[in-house]
Every structure is written in structure tokens, then in C-alpha cells.
């Protein structure tokens, strides 16, 4: 079965720093496409950032310069590591797990954890 389990969410200042977590299994993880999306309140699902399965990494203007999305495929981990928070950051953030192929398929997503940036 394959599975994601997030964690690392939780309540952090605004300016602070939080790591997520995304550990997979039932997957071959090193040969997927990963990615960070968010969900706030009110508001449509948002891509956050991808990471190839040759480490390329794309990341959302909102987030450039603040996140950095990693992979530890000794692990089958993926992160998103999160600095300089901001309130507008706050949302339910899931992990996404994709092979890029003809014929791959439909992907998987985790349950979503939930990040809140306040004071």
C-alpha cells in the first residue's frame, strides 16, 4: 500500500522557521516527482514547490527565496524547509507524490498538516 505520512506542522511566529516532513512508502520514491502543496481557508489548493527525481527544484513566487524544498532518497523522505514565516503562509500543506511517464499512475497525496504563523 502506499502511503505518505507528513509531519512537522504546528504554530510558529511570524519570521520563525519550521521544517516539514514527508516520509513514503509503498513507492520506488527515488524515480517520483515530489511536491509541497497548501490549502488556506477560503482559498484553492496551491502549488508550493516540486523536486525532480533528478533533483531539479521549482518553487512558487510567494515562496522563492523563503523554502527550500529537499529529498533524502536514502530515507524516502522528502522536506520543505520554511523560513522568514509569514501570516499568509498559514494553510493545511500536503505532500504529493507523481511519476512523469505515459501511462503512469494518478499519483498519491498525503493526509496534509497543518501550519499556522501567528503571533
Known amino acids: 500500500q502506499v502511503q505518505l505520512v507528513e509531519s512537522g506542522g504546528g504554530l510558529v511566529q511570524p519570521g520563525g522557521s519550521l521544517r516539514l516532513s514527508c516520509a513514503c512508502s509503498?513507492?520506488?520514491?527515488?524515480?517520483?516527482?515530489m511536491g509541497w502543496y497548501r490549502q488556506a481557508p477560503g482559498k484553492q489548493r496551491e502549488l508550493v514547490a516540486t523536486?525532480?527525481?533528478?533533483?531539479?527544484?521549482s518553487y512558487a513566487d510567494a515562496v522563492k527565496g523563503r523554502f527550500t524544498i529537499s529529498r533524502d532518497n536514502a530515507k524516502n523522505t522528502m522536506y520543505l524547509q520554511m523560513n522568514s514565516l509569514k501570516p499568509e503562509d498559514t494553510a493545511v500543506y500536503y505532500c504529493?507524490?507523481?511519476?512523469?511517464?505515459?501511462?503512469?499512475?494518478?499519483?498519491?497525496w498525503g493526509q496534509g498538516t497543518q501550519v499556522t504563523v501567528s503571533s
Open positions: 504529493y507524490a507523481k511519476r512523469i511517464m505515459p501511462g503512469a499512475d494518478d499519483g498519491y
Open positions: 509503498g513507492i520506488i520514491f527515488s524515480i517520483y516527482t
Open positions: 523536486i525532480t527525481s533528478g533533483r531539479t527544484t
